[in-house]
Nanobody
Framework: RVQLVESGGGSVQSGGSLSLSCSASESVYKCMAWFRQAPTKEREGLAS???????TYADSAKGRFTISKDNAKNTLYLQINSLEPEDSAMYYC???????????????WGQGTQVTVSS
């Protein structure tokens, strides 16, 4: 059974940084991505990375968010700098097939890791 497990969330003050991780049980994914969802808001796609390491960012994630992966460790990362209270949300990783143009199918999801930013 394919599993994605996020970690690295927590409570930080505004201006701080966090590095989120997503450990995958298999290395067959062609595309992986990070999403977040805050209470009462729709799920928001943040960034994706394909098998060749090409990254794509949503406009809202450009500048402060960095997606990366370590193929040897089957681990996806999301570095978030200059955190703002508006970044408070549950952060999820997803994996699937590469649709091109920075889009992935979301065949598999992790359980999420909570990020809370206080002002």
């Amino acid at each position: 059974r394919v599993q994605l497990v996020e970690s690295g969330g927590g409570s930080v003050q505004s201006g701080g940084s966090l590095s989120l991780s997503c450990s995958a049980s298999e290395s067959v994914y062609k595309c992986m991505a990070w999403f977040r969802q805050a209470p009462t808001k729709e799920r928001e796609g943040l960034a994706s990375i394909d098998a060749e390491g090409v990254t794509t960012y949503a406009d809202s994630a450009k500048g402060r968010f960095t997606i990366s992966k370590d193929n040897a460790k089957n681990t996806l990362y999301l570095q978030i700098n200059s955190l703002e209270p508006e970044d408070s949300a549950m952060y999820y990783c997803a994996a699937g097939r590469d649709l091109g143009g920075g889009a992935c199918t979301t065949d598999y999801w992790g359980q999420g890791t909570q990020v809370t930013v206080s002002s």
